[in-house]
């Protein structure tokens, strides 16, 4: 009987602390629009074909993983 309650405590507490986890793998959607909106502050235009060494995809990357400032 005390196994059963154990194993039932453990089991809800495994599953409540998974459950507030964020998504695995989805970007953080308040970091890509500042990301997006310091590329645009900086001549970066999206949609249209762009002729620079950087494109506006690798600056909004870089800026997510931390390399722009």
């Known amino acids: ?18 459950a507030q986890q964020p998504p695995a793998g989805g970007p953080n959607p308040t970091k890509l629009m ?5 590329a645009i502050q900086r001549g970066y ?3 249209t074909h762009n002729k620079g060494a950087i494109k506006p995809k690798d600056f909004v990357r ?4 931390g390399r722009q400032r």
Not at 1 to 18: C, D, K, P, Q, Y
Not at 62 to 65: K, N, S
Request: with cysteine.
């Open 34 to 38: 500042a990301c997006k909106q310091l």
């Open 45 to 47: 235009t999206f949609g």
């Open 62 to 65: 870089g800026c997510m993983q």
């Open 1 to 18: 009987m005390i196994r059963l309650i154990f194993a039932t405590v453990i089991a809800l507490a495994t599953s409540a602390a998974l």
